[in-house]
């Protein structure tokens, strides 16, 4: 696996293949590398020439109270995981390859940026679509995969490029889970074993609102009540949202009859988990 250490390499990286014809699957982390972005890693091997996986921890998507400063970083573990995966080339940038000396242009996404995690994490998703379009820039991407645990990231991410006209794919993969529901992120490692236990809630919750759905249910209140009721069940007391909102548009929905998805932000030991479920009949 070739390591691409700065902004020059990169992009020298990316005109030799591209000239050469190649297809390139890219794939964006923060690293802290788990099951989750290996399967958009392998995911992006089967259906690109070469994959390159960029670990960069975005500061301009942080708040000033958040955990930038105790993300966890591993770039060495990291990089052996992505090669094992059948990652072909690291992109490991200093804050300088992403923003240059006096950095002033950032990209805002209106409208479905203004909900949700958008208005606990005030310019969360700017850091995140300039983060993201920078990388864009750089690793020119035939296709670029994210995933679906992030579900109003993967919406911003679409409606920048559709609006920028950016020539590449979004591939949306679905969320890896530990085996007792749990979806895997980066910051579970923050909890301790009872804090774990209290946070698997989220994902009961969520599940026991789509075995309601399943059943006919198809009010949002009703939907929302049941996630709710399991956070309080578990303890959980500091929620930012429970809502239903329609798949694609990210609109709030009031019932579930269109596809729709149920989205979770809650705090468990002073970390936020985030998670979703897609409401959607077969
Ligand atoms: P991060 O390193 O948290 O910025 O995540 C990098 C990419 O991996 C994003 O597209 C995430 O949505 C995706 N990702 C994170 N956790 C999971 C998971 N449990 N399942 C699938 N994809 C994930």
């Not at 609109?251 to 932000?265: E, M």
Request: proline share 5%; charged share 20%; net charge neutral.
């Amino acid at each position: 696996m070739e390591l691409l250490t700065s902004r020059q390499l990169v992009q020298a990286w990316t005109r030799l293949n591209r000239q050469q014809g190649r297809t390139i699957g890219f794939v964006p982390t923060m690293g802290a590398l788990h099951e989750g972005h290996l399967s958009l890693v392998r995911r992006a091997v089967a259906e690109n020439d070469l994959v390159v996986a960029s670990i960069f921890v975005n500061p301009t998507q942080f708040g000033p109270n958040e955990d930038f400063n105790r993300y966890p970083r591993e770039p060495e573990r990291d990089a052996q995981m992505l090669q094992q995966a059948g990652c072909h080339a690291l992109f490991l940038p200093q804050v300088e390859d992403i923003y240059p000396a006096g950095s002033s242009t950032r990209v805002t996404v209106s409208d479905v940026t203004e909900q949700l995690c958008g208005l606990f994490r005030p310019g969360h998703f700017q850091g995140v679509a300039t983060v993201v379009a920078i990388l864009f820039n750089l690793v020119m991407p035939t296709r670029a995969y994210f995933g679906k645990k992030d579900y109003q990231q993967w919406v911003v991410i679409r409606r920048m490029v559709t609006d920028l006209a950016m020539d590449l794919e979004i591939i949306g993969m679905e969320t890896v889970r530990e085996s007792d529901g749990m979806a895997l992120s980066s910051r579970n490692r923050y909890l301790t074993p009872q804090q774990r236990q209290q946070a698997l809630a989220i994902s009961r919750g969520l599940r026991a609102a789509l075995a309601a759905y399943q059943s006919g249910c198809r009010e949002g209140h009703e939907l929302v009540g049941l996630v709710m009721k399991t956070l309080e069940q578990a303890g959980i007391d500091r929620v930012d949202y429970a809502a239903l909102h329609q798949i694609d548009s990210l609109a709030p929905a009031v019932r579930a009859d269109a596809p729709s998805v149920l989205l979770v932000a809650a705090h468990v030991g002073g970390v936020r988990l985030i998670d979703n479920l897609e409401l959607t009949t077969p």
